[in-house]
């Protein structure tokens, strides 16, 4: 196996096309995501996620574009990348009929850098019972010994797609806790597909959001939250919101508009600048997300104005 350069990106995808017969489900996306990070991979159902995490492992072909996992193209060396990769999916399936011990002896061979003991420790922290058969584990024992499957080979990069979805809330809370012990602790890097918005956001690093086959923004947690806003100000002072600004969405508010921009601080200034009152609202990462995938500009409100750039 070759050495892993370590300041080359764990993901880096360029201009990738995708399509299933007519429907053309990637469209020219790119994204990079930086070793050592939680990486959150944001997108409607459908919008191409895990045709996206099945391309990072080989399992299926890209039609036009580049991809490199670990600095490896999945397409050519499939193996090589698994080698070195740990996935865990919400619909994993594991050999009912074995016991949870067995299941770990099993996969051993297919994994040269694979650690029994790490695993034993990862099954002992999970709570994972060894002794009883897959079939008659819970959910959330099932998704906490995919984990240390995924695991137990000490793998550079983590792909996580959807794995907490069935779990009840307090369950999903327990996956993130051992998420962040022990993937971030140990400075892995974690690529995390997930509807759970309100959960990924304490954990992740930096999102992407997918629409319509292509990556419309990527950011730093923090720095999203810093620069996607909510305004509530006169439907007069649309205009006056500044070229900086980037309507995401719009709706009435009474005598109001309510606008959700990218680039709020340029839009905020503007404001002050030109005396208009206003309030601004923080928005969480489920909202930015919404405002980005399904919001709306209502193009009566704008009026006639051209100073303001429209997100599509």
């Not at 010994?145 to 369950?171: N, Q, S, T």
């Not at 950011?219 to 806003?229: C, G, H, P, Y």
Request: proline fraction near 4%.
């Amino acid at each position: 196996m070759n050495p892993i350069d370590k300041n080359m990106a764990a993901i880096d995808i360029q201009a990738v096309h995708k399509s299933f017969r007519q429907n053309e489900v990637l469209r020219g996306m790119s994204l990079r995501v930086e070793r050592g990070h939680t990486f959150a991979f944001l997108g409607r159902n459908g919008a191409g996620k895990t045709t996206t995490i099945q391309m990072l492992l080989g399992l299926l072909d890209r039609d036009e574009g580049s991809i490199r996992v670990l600095g490896l193209d999945p397409e050519k060396e499939p193996l090589a990348v698994r080698a070195q990769v740990g996935y865990l999916a919400e619909d994993q399936t594991m050999y009912g009929w074995m016991k949870c011990g067995d299941i770990l002896r099993f996969l051993a061979p297919f994994y040269p850098t694979w650690d029994h003991e790490l695993a034993l420790k990862y099954a002992k922290d999970f709570e994972v019972p060894l002794q009883q058969k897959i079939k008659h584990l819970s959910k959330g024992q099932n998704v906490r010994l995919g984990l240390v499957m995924a695991l137990a080979h000490r793998p550079e990069l983590v792909i996580l797609d959807d794995p907490a979805l069935g779990l009840d809330p307090i369950m999903r809370k327990q996956f993130n806790r051992d998420l962040i012990t022990h993937l971030q602790g140990e400075g892995r890097t974690v690529f995390y597909s997930s509807h759970l918005l309100y959960e990924v956001e304490p954990v992740a690093d930096v999102v992407a959001i997918l629409k319509e086959g292509k990556i419309v923004r990527q950011a730093a947690t923090e720095e999203l939250r810093r620069d996607v806003k909510q305004i509530f100000l006169p439907r007069e002072a649309m205009a006056m919101l500044g070229e900086e600004a980037s309507l995401l969405d719009t709706r009435p508010d009474g005598e109001e508009v309510a606008v959700t921009v990218e680039g709020a601080a340029g839009a905020i200034e503007a404001l002050r600048r030109e005396g208009v009152e206003h309030r601004v609202v923080d928005l969480n990462l489920d909202e930015i997300f919404e405002a980005y995938v399904t919001g709306k500009v209502d193009e009566g409100e704008i009026g006639k104005t051209e100073r303001i750039a429209i997100v599509t």
